[in-house]
């Protein structure tokens, strides 16, 4: 079974530029999640995605950040425009969901690493 | 609200022996899960193991092992035999049951296996 994929795994910007993430999460998961990682820091949730419904983005700065899940499965986060203090690890990560019982697992993706220049 | 607390930054241990990493973690709720994960070098992060605070057994996943003391607030990880692909970041994570499905972070352990 595929894991979480995530692309691109580096992306290098110059600040004020746009930037967008992507995410498929594992198949059949109706749960998604967007982390921010700072160096040598733990995740930190972005925002939570019950289908294509946005449950928890009480994190998200939504001056410059936006996410959207079409469909209830890929998952889209951009970043309009980029600051230098956006340099991090960007995480998405998976579960099956609130209904399955199982929902307090979840898998995580490889990450894109973003650079602001 | 919750926080969880890793207090050892960076830990070391021969390949072979046994390596306990502490987390602790505040919280006022009764029922909630914990979990530690393993971030690699190549940074995808790995359940490692879980545990739910109703359950007084501790988990076990073969070399992995949990203490968890709930009176304590305390959730230790013991990795035995350790292998030098346990060379990693060691994040716990806290989680109450109940709805919110939102996972409070450790700064997390970097353990290094030594040859």
């Known amino acids: 079974e595929a894991g979480v994929v995530q692309s691109p795994r580096y992306k290098i910007i110059e600040k004020k530029q746009p930037v967008a993430f992507w995410c498929n999460p594992i198949?059949?998961?109706?749960?998604l999640y967007w982390y921010l990682q700072n160096l040598g820091q733990g995740p930190e949730l972005l925002i939570r995605?019950?289908?294509?419904?946005?449950?928890?983005d009480s994190q998200l700065p939504k001056d410059r950040f936006s996410a959207e899940r079409l469909k209830g499965v890929d998952s889209t986060l951009k970043i309009q425009p980029a600051e230098l203090g956006d340099s991090a690890v960007y995480l998405c990560?998976?579960?099956?969901?609130?209904?399955?019982?199982?929902?307090?697992?979840?898998?995580f993706g490889p990450g894109t690493r973003l650079t602001v220049l | 609200a919750q926080t969880v607390t890793q207090s050892q930054p960076e830990m070391s241990v021969q390949e072979a022996e046994t390596v306990t990493l502490s987390c602790t973690y505040d919280t006022s709720e009764s029922n909630y899960y914990l979990f530690w994960y393993k971030q690699p070098p190549s940074r995808q992060m790995i359940l490692v193991i879980r545990q739910e605070a109703y359950k007084q057994q501790n988990a076990t996943e073969n070399r992995f092992s949990v203490n968890f003391q709930k009176a304590a607030k305390s959730f230790s990880l013991k990795i035995s035999d350790s292998q030098l692909g346990d060379t990693a970041m060691y994040f716990c994570a806290f989680m109450k049951s109940g709805g919110t499905y939102k996972y409070i972070f450790g700064t997390g352990t970097r353990l290094k296996v030594l040859a």
């Open positions: 990560a998976s579960s099956l969901g609130v209904t399955s019982g199982m929902a307090d697992t979840q898998y």
């Open positions: 198949s059949g998961h109706n749960t």
């Open positions: 995605y019950e289908n294509e419904e946005a449950v928890d």
